[in-house]
């Protein structure tokens, strides 16, 4: 009587089997550990991006000045991503960028100075000034302001009775515009602005009111002067930038936009 062939697998035969699908598995284990590192990159870049549209929506709704203090000058702040999807302990950095805006008279490329001259009633007659690189200035009691630009750099002194009350310098682009804000001065004394160097100024002051304003500029550029009740707001551009650590360049995401506020003295 015969019986049928039993015999099971060889040492060598498991072995080999074993071979042949570790050949077949590392591909596949390859491809699945691309796809979970691709996964992550995404996750990353799409939870950057709801944070730096998070942090633009935030600010929609501040004025001027509290808009200007949000830039971070260079620096980064910490943003928990768990502020955007829960159960996350990933902490992202990112970087404010705040910087007037407006409509340039020209097709050149103009970087922005703000300037407001406002009559506060307790305080008297008070400067606020925003430079191109997102420093700001401010004075009560002026009676007077300067903006030179030069060689990448400008200064600002603003005057109290003859004597420097407050100073600022920074960095300023070859193409510089101060856009002056006078709609608020509703002093009697009148208030001289000098303004020098590779710039140009524009004066907007309330109906009536140009003679307020003692305008002096050593500039190869005109200056123009506006008399209007109704330009009440300005513009700032605010830009987030989202990286990966506290140091380093990898930026994760960037967005900007420009906001129409009221401006300073209102």
């Given at each position: 009587m015969k019986h049928g062939n039993n015999r099971g697998m060889t040492l060598v035969e498991v072995m080999v089997a074993l071979a042949v699908l570790a050949i077949l598995a590392i591909p596949l284990l390859s491809l699945y550990a691309s796809s979970a590192r691709t996964a992550a990159v995404s996750q990353k870049t799409t939870d950057a991006a709801l944070a730096a549209q998070g942090l633009l929506e935030g600010m929609a709704c501040g004025d001027y000045q509290s808009l200007l203090a949000r830039d971070t000058q260079g620096g980064r702040n910490?943003?928990?991503?768990?502020?955007?999807?829960?159960?996350?302990?990933?902490?992202?950095?990112?970087?404010?960028?705040?910087?007037?805006?407006?409509?340039?008279?020209?097709?050149?490329?103009?970087?922005?100075?703000?300037?407001?001259?406002?009559?506060?009633?307790?305080?008297?007659?008070?400067?606020?000034?925003?430079?191109?690189?997102?420093?700001?200035?401010?004075?009560?009691?002026?009676?007077?302001?300067?903006?030179?630009?030069?060689?990448?750099?400008?200064?600002?002194?603003?005057?109290?009775?003859?004597?420097?009350a407050a100073t600022l310098h920074g960095e300023a682009p070859a193409n510089m515009l101060a856009l002056v804000f006078g709609q608020n001065y509703s002093g009697g004394a009148v208030i001289p602005l000098t303004f020098s160097g590779s710039m140009k100024a524009s004066v907007v002051c309330a109906p009536g009111q140009s003679d307020r304003f003692s305008v002096t500029q050593a500039s190869t550029y005109l200056l123009n002067t506006l008399e209007s009740s109704e330009l009440q707001e300005t513009l700032v551009k605010a830009t987030v930038s989202v990286y990966r650590g506290q140091t380093g360049t990898e930026r994760l995401a960037e967005y900007s936009d420009v906001f129409l506020v009221a401006g300073v003295g209102e």
């Open positions: 910490a943003y928990s991503v768990s502020q955007v999807r829960q159960n996350s302990a990933d902490t992202f950095w990112y970087e404010v960028q705040i910087r007037p805006q407006g409509h340039p008279p020209d097709d050149a490329q103009w970087d922005y100075l703000h300037l407001f001259i406002y009559t506060d009633a307790t305080a008297g007659t008070c400067a606020y000034l925003a430079g191109p690189d997102g420093k700001t200035l401010s004075a009560q009691g002026v009676t007077g302001v300067s903006v030179s630009c030069a060689g990448g750099a400008y200064a600002v002194t603003m005057t109290r009775g003859g004597a420097a």
